[in-house]
């Protein structure tokens, strides 16, 4: 593999060829990015999990001194479960002008246009150092990049800025919605069905919560989104999942569902999940330990936490990333990225990548082979703007 020169589009095929759904390791996917790094004389360095079965990589190109650019992108992509693709997901194929393929447009296509440039960067004589931060395990959580960027922070020079590069069409992004998700399980007691009266229907309790959660739904809806900037222009919050309840003649001791909510940047983050935990603690778990005492219980689990990304006009990420796409305006977006993690870390962070996101997730994920172009181009224009650094 050493010295090797592989295209954007071939770098694609390669990573999408391994299965990195977030239940599986990536750590093949890995390996071969730090032999195809090693190959061309870069060192790389790995933060695993816990478990060991997964890892973020970090690998500086150019010089080790302070500042340089975060390249920053994800490795793991959602399932293909039970979806309708007309194509093999796991290899790309192109059809008039499309890369179709699972992570081909969420985010594998701007990792694969980062590696293809690493021997240009090399070639050009970096005056600043370019970093490549690669996480595990976003699309369930953002759950990986905490420890990059910890393990960045302690053992390497702060870097500059950073530019995710999730599909916006090569757009510059420098907000998004932060997320907040939840498992809540209710614990009741069970009798005959007959016998209301001395049972706690877990399933009705949860109802009960999934109600108060859709009331403040509404109430977020109606708060609104004074900047105009994002859709929908407000604060989101719904229930994903719910299970529950054994058979239809016993009244359910369990019930277990889980929640999220997406807030704007600037708005408090944390108080839609007070208000139900005061709703909780006030209105339910008395009722419910007066029929049932020491039996009925509610626990609100936090699942993840995203921040949102805040606009920073004129931050050095924003001017950088506006002046290589050749865009003067910034987006908005709802979807969550790892950036504001970096952002909350003190890094200036903005949001550039190739594809369109509506294509992410989707059966027949495709991004536009005229993107992983664009997203080459923008690259080579920052090495020539790190060159006269």
């Not at 992004?173 to 009266?197: C, M, N, P, W, Y």
């Not at 626990?299 to 920073?312: G, I, N």
């Amino acid at each position: 593999m050493a010295g090797d020169r592989i295209g954007a589009a071939e770098m694609l095929r390669r990573l999408v060829a391994f299965d990195t759904t977030s239940r599986n390791s990536n750590l093949d996917l890995i390996d071969y990015v730090r032999a195809y790094l090693a190959g061309h004389g870069v060192e790389s360095e790995l933060v695993f999990d816990n478990g060991g079965a997964k890892a973020n990589l970090y690998a500086t190109i150019g010089p080790r001194d302070e500042g340089g650019i975060i390249l920053s992108g994800h490795t793991d992509v959602v399932p293909v479960d039970d979806q309708d693709w007309d194509t093999d997901p796991w290899v790309v194929t192109e059809r008039h002008g499309r890369l179709y393929g699972r992570g081909t447009c969420d985010m594998k296509g701007f990792v694969a246009c980062c590696l293809a440039l690493v021997p240009e960067f090399l070639e050009r004589g970096l005056k600043a150092p370019i970093h490549l931060a690669f996480s595990y395990d976003e699309e369930v959580g953002c759950l990986g990049v905490h420890s990059l960027i910890a393990h960045v922070i302690q053992h390497h020079p702060k870097p500059r800025l950073c530019l995710v590069g999730e599909p916006t069409m090569m757009q510059v992004v420098d907000a998004h919605k932060g997320i907040r998700s939840f498992v809540t399980t209710v614990t009741g007691l069970e009798a005959h069905s007959s016998q209301t009266h001395i049972g706690v229907n877990a399933v009705m309790v949860a109802a009960n919560l999934i109600g108060f959660l859709g009331d403040l739904a509404e109430e977020l809806r109606e708060e609104g989104d004074d900047t105009g900037r994002f859709t929908p222009p407000y604060t989101t919050l719904s229930v994903g999942t719910i299970e529950g309840g054994t058979a239809v003649n016993i009244i359910p001791r369990h019930c277990r569902f889980m929640w999220e909510y997406r807030s704007l940047p600037g708005a408090d983050a944390e108080a839609p999940i007070r208000r139900f935990e005061d709703y909780v603690r006030n209105k339910i778990l008395p009722a419910l330990e007066d029929k049932a005492p020491g039996i009925a219980a509610i626990t609100t689990v936090p699942r993840s936490v995203t921040p949102a990304l805040r606009p920073d006009p004129g931050s050095v990420a924003e001017t950088l990333a506006k002046a290589l796409a050749g865009v003067n305006d910034t987006l908005a977006v709802s979807y969550a990225t790892e950036a504001g993690i970096f952002q909350v870390h003190g890094i200036p962070t903005v949001v550039c990548g190739p594809g369109d996101i509506l294509q992410a997730h989707r059966p027949n994920e495709f991004v536009d082979a005229s993107q992983i172009e664009d997203c080459v181009a923008f690259l080579r224009k920052l090495a020539d703007r790190v060159c006269l650094t």
